[in-house]
Structures are given as structure tokens and as C-alpha cells.
């Protein structure tokens, strides 16, 4: 947080350099300031694993990353021998062979048996959530809860189509969704702790007939409540300071 308020208070001062050389920048075409709110579209160190070059200081984003350490504070090498598996049938990177390793229980605390430490909840109309991924994903969280407490990998971060928005989402709740909630584990060199919504078939009317529902796991992807009228997607305020 340092960071960002020195950053801000730089940014105030170069202002009148700014507008000073802002005739050179436009005869250019380029941008006068770096867009502070914005991942890069280049990934970190050119290994797409490791999420995008640049994150945001400004806007939801920003904020969410402001004491994220992608690799937490260990080597590039370590972190990747650590969390990822070569072996992996399925990459999400074609030139990349492997997959991360994801926690069991899908992230929750064990208890002594190795059950989750998970309760059913409901989500309340009004309520506003969200997600660093694609809606085929059934994992939610508070909005505004810091990205390292989430135990994401970098790549969550990515995304092909808008790299500028970061993979980022925000829905509100028009309709009262029953989720598991709990606590989230320690995970990719991340602290955790931050509270997770579990969307799963059993727990919402009808959907364990929907395509949309994962029979092996049991999750229900985020889309689903989309089209059913339980979430509306809401703008991201890029602008927040």
C-alpha cells in the first residue's frame, strides 16, 4: 500500500510534464500515461504461468493485488517445481506441457477425517461477488477480497480475449443462490484465508439435469446462474483510487 501512495503521489507531480509533452506523445500516436489500471497483455518473464507482466495499481484490480507477490517471494524456479506438474495430462498452455497442482478438497481446511471444513449458506439479493476466471468456473468470492487470499495461481489473472480487465469479474445476486462457503487454505505460496462460494449442482433447483453441471465433480459453472436469472454481471469500476 506504500507503494501505491508514493505511486500516486509521483503520478500527481508528473502531471505537468505530462500535459507539457502531451503535443509530441499525440503527433506519436502514443499514449501519454502508462494505463495504471490495466494487466498487461505480456506475460511475466515471457512464462505465461507466472500471469501477466504488469498488474494494476488503480481501480478493483489494483486494489486486490496491491501485496500480491506472484511467486511468494520465492524463486521463479522454486515456485514452478513446487506448484507445478509437468506431467499433467491437460495444459492449459499448448506450448507448455503440464498443469498446476490444486489443492484437495477444493481448497477448503481438512478436518481430522479430511472432510472440508465447509457449511451451505445463502447467498442474499443484493449481495455482491465475484471471480478471477471464465463463467465454466464454479468458484465465487466476497467482492474485493485480496487476490493472495483467494490461494490463485498467476494465471487466474490471465485472459486472452481482454487482457486488460485481468480475468476479473463481478456479479450481483438478484436471486437467493444456496452455496458451500468456507475458509480458503494456504496455497501456491499464497496466505489464503479468504472466504470462498462453492457453486455446486445439488444445491440450486433443477440444474443437476444442465449440461452446465460437472457430474463427476459436481459443480455448477458460474454461467449457469447467469442464465437462470440468479446473477447479473456488473461493470468494474477501473477508475477507483
Known amino acids: 500500500m506504500r507503494l501505491r501512495n508514493t ?12 500535459t507539457a509533452g502531451s503535443a509530441s506523445a499525440a503527433a506519436d500516436g502514443a499514449p501519454l500515461i502508462d494505463p495504471f489500471e490495466q494487466c498487461s497483455a505480456a506475460s511475466f518473464q515471457n512464462d505465461p504461468r507466472l500471469g501477466p507482466a504488469k498488474l ?10 496491491s501485496d500480491y507477490d506472484r511467486t511468494g517471494n520465492e524463486p521463479k524456479r522454486q515456485f514452478l517445481a513446487t506448484w507445478w506438474d509437468p506431467s499433467a495430462s491437460f495444459s492449459p498452455f499448448p506450448a ?41 468456473g464454479s468458484f465465487l468470492a466476497p467482492r474485493g477480497t485480496d487476490y493472495e487470499d483467494r490461494s490463485l495461481p498467476p494465471t487466474n489473472l490471465n485472459d486472452p480475449a481482454n487482457p486488460g ?6 456479479y450481483q445476486v438478484l436471486r437467493p443462490i444456496t452455496v458451500y462457503s468456507g475458509a480458503i ?18 444445491l440450486v433447483p433443477g440444474a443437476t439435469a444442465s449440461s452446465q453441471c460437472d457430474q463427476a465433480s459436481g459443480n455448477l459453472q458460474t454461467q449457469y446462474l447467469l442464465d437462470n436469472g440468479y446473477l447479473a454481471e456488473v461493470p468494474v469500476d477501473d477508475d477507483l483510487l
Open 185 to 202: 487454505r494456504p496455497w501456491f505460496d499464497q496466505p489464503g484465508d479468504g472466504v470462498q462460494y462453492q457453486v455446486v449442482c445439488a
Open 96 to 136: 507448455t506441457p503440464g498443469n498446476w497442482m490444486y489443492p484437495p478438497q477444493n481448497g477448503y481446511y481438512l478436518n481430522t477425517d479430511g472432510s472440508p471444513v465447509r457449511a451451505a449458506m445463502s447467498l442474499a439479493p443484493g449481495q455482491q461477488i465475484d471471480r478471477f476466471g471464465r463463467t465454466t
Open 56 to 65: 494494476p495499481f488503480f481501480g478493483d484490480v489494483g486494489e486486490q493485488v
Open 165 to 170: 480487465g485481468c480475468n476479473y469479474h463481478a
Open 7 to 18: 505511486l500516486v503521489s509521483l503520478l500527481a507531480g508528473g502531471l505537468l510534464f505530462a
